[in-house]
RNA sequence: GCGUCUGUAGCUCAGUGGAUAGAGCGUUGGACUCCGACUCCAAAGGUCGCAGGUUCAAGUCCUGUCAGACGCACCA
């Protein structure tokens, strides 16, 4: 497909000698509006180079650009050199290129031979997996899907919280208010309770902290018996967090939590100390990071054992020798933005030049009616609840306007659609916005929502089917004539685009609002023009627009981790 | 106190330094004998937190300020 800006770039560098096309394709830009032209060249910074009015340089050009087939028109207009595409070629370069490549449109191999490392999810075993992680799953698992999708080799990594002191907490925890049998029965739910407990009997009695605290020395010791209820919990969870994924549709290549490294974090304490980076404060080892103007980096504590820094940062260096990534990607919470920061930093005092391969990829934090979530206190949604509600919401829907469909169909699509929406509503604003977490909102389904999108899809793909025919890919793009294609084209051609910024910027919500913009502009020109016709060439060029549609709807979906149904 | 992030329509949010600041929800009024109405059209609704500055041009960049969130040593 032509990239026009750089057409367009070329063409003006030959009659613009004192720029060359990258620095031209730089200033181009798309206008506000369809009326001013498909891509427009301001002339106000070209005034002072040229000491000419930008409204004398813009038609100046004008009057130089030489005829060319994919350009129409060109104008000048108060400073601003607009060109207008000539139609019928841009429409034919977009829609056959988009029906050639299908349900790869959009993609690139500009990653081939690359490793990108995804860290995400890392919910905390004992701990129920709430609204708050969903934000670190889903945006991580669309990134893993975006880089692969671009060429890069992604690998997914679930740095599951299954080491630390928590463990210890849980471990008192149950030795004063648990019980084999309420554990077995109530899995996380009655995990999470005595965990609620500890920290309520905490506060009358500190002296349960430093229990804890002992408990966890033990594990890291190698005590049996505080080994198997760690393993236990653990076990329990997996389970639990298991079911999540499979709903979500999350598959990881490694789900290497904090334990893995246990064994690991000696060698690198050896090396930090050779390097001379520890120091003693307060009876823990530190490394200071005071000439860089941040509070020191804990690497052990004042009892001897560790911290999520020192694993953090033995896990990086073995992923770096084990996967040697060309990105590490950690998608956690802006809360942690310092604790990155700091451990980046002494991973850069080790010598190791990838330091700036590490990337922190923060996001908002989830609140419940103005307070934050806690799991200490018991104050949760849990993400089983609200995928289990979104799905017995559209179960009902589909009951209702669609009586026909089969049993099974209809709860997998359900399913689909459920989750579609609340993982939509979750990549759907910039991820460093905190987020109020709201019923009402999470399963609305109208507007700007995931059900919009598939219904949309779905809707492409029932005019496929009621065509009766495939289409044929020497459609008439001459045909296709009207302001409401044009629109839909033009959105069409963004995609590729859309996509790289998306990567580039580590931000899953452009492809989700780039979707709703799509699936508006089809919807209009649907409601505007018929498309199942008499004219058989007028029908077969509007199909090609509709299948071309459905294959970016599918892979824009696909790229934010949602299935896009045949039906709904 | 120091640091980071956020502040745009009643609400939730978009907005690569450029043309008239845009969506959705909600409100009001319209469009189904018609390809799936989970759709579409229209109206009303803005001192872009505030004050300076840079620039031909600022919602966007800089400084200050106010408000909120988060972080700042043995939790993760």
Redesign the pocket.
């Known amino acids: 497909m032509l990239d026009i800006k750089q057409r367009i770039s070329e063409i003006l560098a030959e009659i613009i000698p004192a720029l060359d096309s990258g620095e031209i394709k730089?200033m181009l830009?798309?206008?506000?509006?369809d009326?001013?032209?498909d891509v427009?060249l301001?002339c106000?910074?070209l005034?002072?180079i040229l000491r000419k009015s930008?409204i004398q340089i813009a038609e100046e050009l004008a009057g130089k650009i030489p005829a060319d087939p994919k350009i129409a028109k060109v104008e000048a207009?108060?400073?601003?050199l607009?060109f207008f595409l000539d139609k019928e070629e841009f429409v034919r370069d977009v829609l056959s290129t988009a029906l050639n490549k299908g349900n790869e449109y959009g993609s690139r191999d500009m990653g081939k031979g690359r490793n990108i490392v995804i860290d995400y999810s890392a919910p905390?075993i004992a701990k129920p997996f709430h609204v708050g992680h969903l934000r670190s799953t889903a945006i991580g698992n669309s990134l893993y899907r975006i880089f692969n999708f671009l060429g890069y080799n992604s690998i997914g990594i679930n740095h599951l919280?299954d080491?630390?002191?928590?463990f210890g907490k849980l471990i008192v925890a149950y030795k004063n208010w648990g019980s084999k049998d309420s554990i077995e029965n109530g899995g996380i739910k009655e995990l999470m309770a005595i965990y609620v407990k500890f920290h309520e009997e905490a506060e009358k009695d500190p002296s349960l902290e430093d229990e804890a605290?002992d408990w966890f020395v033990k594990m890291e010791q190698g005590n049996e018996e505080a080994l198997q209820l760690w393993q236990w919990f653990k076990d329990i969870s997996l389970k639990e967090f298991q079911k999540v994924y499979d709903l979500l549709d999350i598959t990881f290549d490694s789900q290497a939590g904090?334990s893995f490294y246990e064994d690991k974090m000696p060698p690198v304490i050896e090396e930090l100390r050779e390097k001379n980076l520890l120091t003693e404060?307060?009876?823990?080892m530190?490394v200071d990071l005071e000439e860089y103007n941040m509070?020191?980096c804990?690497i052990?504590?004042?009892?001897g054992?560790t911290?999520?820094a020192t694993r953090d940062i033995t896990a990086a260096i073995y992923r770096k020798n084990t996967y040697d990534f060309d990105k590490c990607i950690y998608v956690t919470g802006?809360?942690?933005?310092?604790?990155f920061e700091q451990w980046f930093k002494v991973i850069e005092l080790m010598g190791y030049d990838w330091h700036d391969k590490l990337v922190h990829v923060p996001f908002?934090?989830v609140s419940l009616g103005g307070e934050?979530l806690a799991t200490r206190k018991g104050k949760v949604v849990l993400l089983e609840d609200i995928l289990a509600e979104a799905i017995k919401k559209?179960l009902k829907?589909?009951e209702e306007?669609?009586p026909d469909m089969d049993e099974s169909e209809r709860e997998e699509i359900a399913r689909q659609?459920g989750v579609g929406a609340v993982v939509f509503s979750d990549l759907?604003?910039?991820r460093?916005?905190?987020?109020?977490f709201s019923w009402d909102?999470i399963l609305?389904?109208?507007?700007?929502t995931g059900?919009?999108v598939q219904?949309t899809h779905?809707?492409t793909?029932?005019?496929l089917k009621?065509a009766e025919t495939d289409v044929d890919p020497n459609f008439d793009a001459s045909l296709l004539t009207t302001k409401e294609e044009f629109r839909v084209i033009k959105t069409l051609y963004l995609f590729p685009d859309i996509v790289v910024s998306a990567m580039e910027d580590l931000e899953p919500?452009?492809i989700t609002?780039y979707l709703?913009d799509l699936?508006?502009d089809f919807?209009?020109f649907?409601?505007?023009?018929?498309?199942?016709v008499e004219d058989e060439a007028l029908k077969n060029a509007r199909l090609a627009l509709v299948l071309a549609v459905k294959h970016t709807l599918a892979n824009g979906l696909n790229l934010i981790g949602l299935s896009a149904p045949e039906?709904?």
């Not at 080491?163 to 928590?166: D, F, Y």
């Not at 460093?432 to 109020?436: A, G, P, Q």
Request: glycine residues 8%; contains cysteine.
């Open positions: 730089q830009e798309y206008p506000p509006n009326e001013m032209g427009a301001p106000f910074k005034s002072r930008p207009v108060s400073g601003y607009n905390n919280g080491w630390g002191t928590q605290r904090e404060s307060h009876g823990a530190i509070p020191p804990l052990i504590k004042k009892d054992s911290l999520y802006a809360a942690q933005s310092l604790h908002g934090i934050k559209t829907i589909i306007k669609n659609m759907s604003n910039n460093i916005k905190d987020v109020s909102e609305n389904f109208d507007g700007e059900p919009y219904y779905a809707r793909c029932s005019l009621r919500s452009i609002r709703v699936a508006q919807n209009r649907y409601h505007e023009h018929s498309i199942l039906r709904v």
